[in-house]
């Protein structure tokens, strides 16, 4: 069955540690990505977003995320996170010409003072 | 405010009744989705409108639950006989999209969703 995959259902860090949140899709073929957030008590917000054209890209709050196709793989990352970061966060796909989102089980971030 | 927005956005009922919600787009989008959110896991997809035409519905909506975007503006959802396992979080989410066929750049923004609570 298609799917999409977040590796880590829990992760507790330090201020100014690194996070990378892993996300793998199983999807054939173009897909549109993104990673949401959800802060607590808050609804579901746009991090970043990829279509086309360079893998890297950038979102909101420093927050950066990387397209490897041969992977199928969106990898979410921040050099530096801050207690703000507390969240929970979604990987999602958008297999082309698709309407709906398909949305990995989401990780919750705890970053520590 | 020019996001999304769901009213209610807690319902409590008893099993066996029936619940309506309400989603209003953002007003210049002409998609609009409904997904439900349990705890633990991401929001599933229900159904979605492009303008008042609904598209695609999921298998996992059963025929107690009905959508309609009777003018392409607003939607509702409704749940009917509600069991217990219809708690949860329904989200709903616009877009703007142009045209029904071929590769969509088109982004989803959620509202805040509605809370049922089935007792």
């Known amino acids: 069955a298609q799917s999409v995959s977040q590796h880590n259902h829990h992760v507790i860090l330090s201020e100014a540690a690194s996070l990378e949140l892993g996300c793998n899709y199983s999807y054939g073929g173009t897909v549109n990505l993104f990673w949401y957030v959800q802060y607590p008590g808050q609804h579901l917000q746009l991090l970043l977003k990829y279509f086309s054209g360079d893998p890297l890209v950038k979102g909101i709050k420093g927050f950066e995320a990387e397209f490897i196709k041969s992977k199928f793989s969106f990898n979410l990352r921040k050099p530096s996170v801050q207690w703000s970061d507390t969240a929970e966060y979604f990987c999602a796909v958008n297999p082309d010409s698709w309407g709906k989102l398909q949305f990995g089980a989401g990780t919750q971030v705890v970053v520590t003072p | 405010d020019t996001g999304v927005s769901q009213d209610p956005r807690h319902k409590i009922t008893k099993r066996g009744q029936n619940v309506t919600f309400r989603c209003d787009p953002i007003?210049?989008?002409?998609?609009l989705y409904w997904y439900r959110q349990t705890l633990g896991q991401g929001p599933e997809f229900l159904t979605y409108?492009?303008?008042?035409?609904?598209?695609?519905k999921s298998r996992l909506l059963s025929d107690r639950f009905s959508a309609e975007r009777p003018k392409g503006s607003f939607s509702t959802l409704e749940i009917q006989r509600t069991e217990q396992g219809d708690s949860a979080m329904y989200l709903c989410?616009?877009?703007?999209?142009?045209?029904?066929?071929?590769?969509?750049?088109?982004?989803?923004?959620f509202g805040p969703g509605t809370r049922l609570t089935v007792l």
């Open positions: 007003s210049e989008h002409n998609r």
């Open positions: 409108f492009q303008n008042e035409a609904q598209l695609e």
């Open positions: 989410a616009s877009s703007r999209r142009l045209g029904t066929s071929g590769r969509g750049t088109d982004t989803q923004y």
